[in-house]
């Protein structure tokens, strides 16, 4: 059974293909009204969620399907101490697929190997987020009309923003395309990023505190919120979180097609006098994000249909000592055995990545 944990586990033709759907979703939506009727989609939100959740919901509406679930983990039995494992096998006997969201990294793993149905990552901790790389690929696709050659600022949070860290991973398989990473020195990508998929594939990429410096180069600006919720201390976050703030004057150094995507929510680091610029596509950018779900639903449900066996315990791992990394699902995860892969000659953690 197929599930979506990383955007890295669907090849760019099968993104060219989800991409494709999508695009003849908005083209002919009527032809898609009843393509899942009497199926069911879980929404598993442990975490708080506007956008993701509530496109998964309406994206599985429109496709003629029905929606359970809950929004807030308070709600779910996690609050009396069950597992994420348990709750995805218990909710995968009542719906045909689930989202869940959550906020230790690895949690979608955790639960795609209990889960009898198959599980979409819809944000683990700071680890991953593909669904929303979905959505800004789809964004890209249509106001760039591709991928190739792009030079792409990302800006903001880069060691906690999961959506940062799948954008790239996906955007590293495309020709020519380039990456300026802009954040504070606190904050900068983490050490498995940049070396599983910036240098194993050769992309040129560049670290820089200003904004204003590369603003002129770019062809795709990525804004970040300050993932206040991550950070173990109040005053890091408080002494990070107006690092930047794009505005009118700062726009005025950037080309004129340059697009500015942000997954949203957005606090402060987007002026609101951004928002009427031409080159400002996150708001269209959040409404692909129900296209590309409803094409990924769909996707999914097939491939279901043909390989209904649920996923094997990963092949290439090993048992080890327990992860250093104390956001991951394995410090939390009742019964659940800390495993190890070996890339590049160093052992990372199977659930959030993490060097051993
Ligand atoms: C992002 C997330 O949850 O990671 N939002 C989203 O899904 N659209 C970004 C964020 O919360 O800053």
């Not at 999508?22 to 069911?40: G, L, M, N, T």
């Not at 600022?153 to 940062?164: I, N, P, S």
């Not at 904050?187 to 599983?196: C, H, M, N």
């Not at 390989?307 to 791992?317: I, N, R």
Request: aromatic share 6%.
């Amino acid at each position: 059974m197929r599930h979506l944990l990383d955007v890295m586990e669907l090849t760019p033709a099968e993104i060219d293909g989800l991409i494709a759907t999508a695009k003849d979703i908005i083209a002919r939506p009527e032809e898609y009204r009843e393509k899942c009727r009497y199926k069911k989609l879980a929404t598993l939100f442990f975490e708080p969620s506007t956008r993701t959740r509530l496109s998964f919901e309406a994206a599985m509406l429109e496709l003629g399907g029905s929606v359970l679930g809950f929004s807030e983990a308070s709600s779910s039995s996690a609050s009396k101490g069950e597992s994420v494992g348990d709750t995805a096998r218990i909710v995968s006997g009542y719906a045909d697929i689930i989202a869940m969201r959550h906020p230790r990294d690895g949690a979608a793993l955790a639960a795609a190997l209990k889960s009898d149905v198959p599980v979409i990552n819809a944000g683990d901790g700071g680890h991953h987020h593909p669904t929303q790389t979905l959505t800004d690929l789809l964004t890209i696709s249509r106001e760039k009309g591709g991928f190739e050659g792009l030079t792409v600022g990302l800006c903001g949070d880069l060691k906690y923003g999961r959506t940062v860290h799948s954008l790239i991973a996906a955007m590293s398989r495309y020709a020519g395309v380039k990456f300026i990473l802009i954040s504070p020195e606190e904050l900068r990508l983490p050490g498995y990023v940049t070396a599983d998929y910036i240098e194993v594939q050769g992309i040129p990429w560049e670290e820089t505190t200003s904004l204003e410096e590369a603003m002129p180069r770019l062809d795709i600006l990525y804004m970040t919120r300050i993932q206040r919720e991550r950070f173990a201390s109040p005053e890091e976050y408080e002494r990070l979180k107006d690092s930047y703030v794009l505005d009118p004057a700062k726009l005025t150094a950037a080309k004129d097609d340059m697009i500015i995507l942000h997954p949203l929510p957005r606090v402060n680091e987007i002026a609101v006098e951004v928002d009427e610029d031409p080159r400002a596509a996150y708001f269209r950018q959040a409404r692909n994000g129900k296209y590309i779900r409803m094409a990924l639903i769909l996707k999914l449900l097939e491939e279901a249909e043909r390989d209904p066996a649920k996923m094997p315990v990963p092949q290439e791992v090993e048992e080890g000592a327990e992860c250093p990394n104390a956001r991951c699902i394995t410090a939390t995860e009742q019964g659940l055995r800390p495993l190890y892969r070996t890339v590049g000659g160093k052992r990372r953690c199977i659930f959030c990545d993490t060097e051993i």
